[in-house]
């Protein structure tokens, strides 16, 4: 393989120990197909399914979402992050250094408030390598598998530094107050950072007040509460319940306060 | 790390050599964020997710499934099962050694049938070691991981031996008359071991008589039966149906036999 | 371990690198038995879930995906393909050498299409090896994985070659035109290659024209058109939103095109 001159070399103590797939794939094929190719690639490459459920098509709301996920997990973690509803067009591929973690996903948005958060710590390169046949609809397996191994053989190709300041989703704000995300209990997470909102705030929801609690042990079985998650985020809950059936949300929908 | 007096260090034949998740986390970051952990502190690891989608918030009916589930499993494994309505609550934390494999669990009665059946070749320890610090609602990322970690380490630190008699569960019956899981195909699997149940037994359900069958291409598509599923359990099925739909049964329903 | 006269020793280099699941399993307990089963034989094999989710009991649809599904993969794979509604019965088991992959499943027909397309380049064998006891309804785990592991191992036991000709499915068409399968996004995947059908061809689904369109983004929100998928397959897509629901097509639906 030619190093060319925008090739960046990556020393070996700041490649990638494993890869953390991030995407809105869901069940089915796609998840697969880029696991297989990283197995034969780098059989003992630990290769993790973090997330796969992102809400369809909304790098918009991941964006909020990905700040949370990441915080606490071990360095060295590469987060292949593919939601993309611009599939297809000539979007541009980032790579980010971020402390000793590398980030690779569309500049679509999805990165911004990680990259925002961050700070001077981050690098952002554009990736203009392409393999010399993709499919039109499976960027995943077919661009960003292949740089992700470039990345953990110790190779950017192709690469341009970028100023953070001009990517998609640099004017976005610091965080969302919306559901971004929904799981498998119904827990609505939204896109606050818990420790910027007021303990005494009130969310009102579907008509109903909605008050922070501590954890789900400290409310009655079926009532609405918000409380900091495990991600550091605001998450609306009901005890042993499912707050997204009960309160009539989806990922997308604002949340206010009380004034 | 100090070796305190309350510390079990365990001989390298006998830790476990995989670790198996079973968990109601279902698809969602919940398992993805364990994985990681579990990947930076030991990549070569073998980490299976056995069931992510336990009934959530039953540890009541999944420990009758447990047994089942473990049946025939290779030695050699460590089950961490995290099931629990009462997280963020001082719920104890249980080690268990059952022959050649370990568990670790909440103390809410989840590992009660599987200690119950394997008699005197279990030994029972609760765990008081606690991270320095740990998010009120995901005690399965940050006290059951970095436990789990450390058995595989060979130690358990701050641990007590305790009786099986003491713990929560310790006087439930051996098997449980209703659906304690529903799978994929919407097949009803009871907490009922098949060997335990006279072969000319009739479930009544939903008004209707359903017998037993050796297999699934014994029956007429759309007809309801009863037989001794892959783990050992009464599991009720409808031939290329989804018996959870045409039986109108769910997940804790009792179930009940004709005199 | 005998090696008797119907054993076919496989080369070190013939041997797979890996294996993938294919079933209709879904989530819950049953992939994540076998590959327990699979870690504890083979600690460092890497074993992915290609997929999971496979029309339930279709061998017939689940066929004319595979060939899709294992283009462009890597060589060296032992695909697992689990779908079966006659599990139970005296159905055989297929090992299939088809170039550098191998393939392992039930004579259901669900390896009909890869074969055809394969041609000359395949050898089957009919694999009459049982384990000792088995449960009368997961196959997969307590006949299949055994298998798996002695290809893995070099060994294929109480193996007969078979015609391609005698395989159940050996009559039916290369293509169906039908849906196969519905993804995550409720797409439909067709069993129809789509270099087979001409640019201009329109589908008459549910009333309306479908068209071709060469991705997602040359379309309007809301719009259904096909166009070939990353796996070379026929797909109906509407542009951020679920084809499935919007054209009231579900698994098996065939697919018919304007005069």
Redesign the interface.
Known sequence: MVIGPNTERIPRRRRP??V?LVTD?????????M???L???R??L?V??????LT??RPDLAAFVLPG?VRG??P??LYLCVVD?????DRGILAVQLGDDWLLAPDNGVLATLIRHAGDATRVWRVDWRPPAA????HG??IFTPIAEQICAGRLLAATPVAPAALVGAEWPPSLAAVCYV???GNLISGMRAADVPVDAVLRVAGRHVRRA?????LAVGEAFW?????GLLEIAVN?GRADARLGLVAGDPLAFEP
């Open positions: 120990q494993r953390a794939f869901g069940a089915g094929p796609y998840i697969g197909q696991r297989l190719l197995a034969a690639a059989p003992s630990p993790i399914d973090l997330l796969a459920n369809p098509f996920l997990m071990p060295g973690t509803p611009g599939v297809g067009t499919s039109a609809t499976f397996r077919d799981d498998h209990f501590r954890t789900f042990s400290d409380y900091e998650n495990a991600f042993q």
